[in-house]
């Protein structure tokens, strides 16, 4: 049962307002905007792939600014810090998912903050979720952490009982990619995850769109639900 005290704003015929921090290529705004929200992403890098509205801007200094004034915000802080393919490369990441909950924590906004396995021992009692509670062809595992009042559980997670190519490997019949690293598979990933608009870079690392247009049709029948009450 999703619980959303911090009711979303509505006024007649506007669209609730989605802030999408560290956006990329927009994985999470599409299932945003299917669900109805008038979506504005906002990164520290140019995104030409992003599909919706977008600003340039640093995420963290951007929600301190302008937060209150969105109805619903997503944060998908980079997750290169807790990946484990980037420390078996040896690379240095900026850790941001202290600071940007201390960010939300000011707006007095609804929040979701998303980030890969590896982050789990830093997020407040996540919820995960797998491509598998979507009927995709896939087994990617994404964390959120709510907030502002925004609450949902746990959905029942479905065994995995396809086998997942190796990574990097082309997927065989009867396999799931893995599309993470310098995979192999582009169209089949677009395909899968139903990013049609992304390049490699932006697939690797993207949330798919089924988990957050799930995310925001929950949090969206809700207030109408309180509203109604």
Not at 20 to 34: E, M, N, S
Not at 75 to 94: K, N, V
Not at 187 to 202: I, Q, S, T
Request: charged share 20%; aromatic share 10%; net charge positive.
């Amino acid at each position: 049962m999703t619980q959303l005290t911090t009711d979303i704003r509505r006024v007649r015929g506007r669209r609730p307002r989605l802030l999408d921090l560290f956006c990329c290529q927009g994985g999470a705004a599409r299932g945003y905007a299917d669900a109805g929200f008038d979506v504005t992403g906002v990164d520290k890098d140019p995104q030409p792939r992003y599909p919706y509205r977008f600003v340039r801007a640093d995420a963290v200094a951007y929600v301190l600014e302008h937060g209150a004034a969105f109805d619903f915000i997503h944060a998908s802080p980079p997750c290169q810090h807790d990946s484990a393919c980037q420390r078996i490369q040896g690379r240095e990441h900026p850790d941001l998912i202290a600071p940007t909950r201390a960010a939300l924590e000011t707006t007095g906004r609804p929040w979701v903050i998303e980030n890969v396995g590896g982050a789990v021992p830093k997020l407040r009692e996540p919820v995960m979720l797998c491509g598998q509670m979507f009927a995709l062809a896939n087994y990617r595992h994404r964390y959120f952490e709510t907030g502002g009042g925004f609450t949902f559980d746990q959905p029942d997670h479905p065994p995995h009982l396809v086998p997942q190519a190796k990574m990097g490997r082309p997927v065989q019949p009867g396999h799931y990619g893995q599309f993470v690293g310098n995979f192999s598979g582009v169209p089949l990933a677009r395909e899968v995850l139903g990013v049609p608009w992304m390049n490699r870079d932006g697939i690797r690392e993207c949330v798919p769109p089924a988990y957050t247009r799930w995310i925001g049709s929950a949090c969206r029948q809700r207030s109408l639900a309180a509203l109604a009450a």
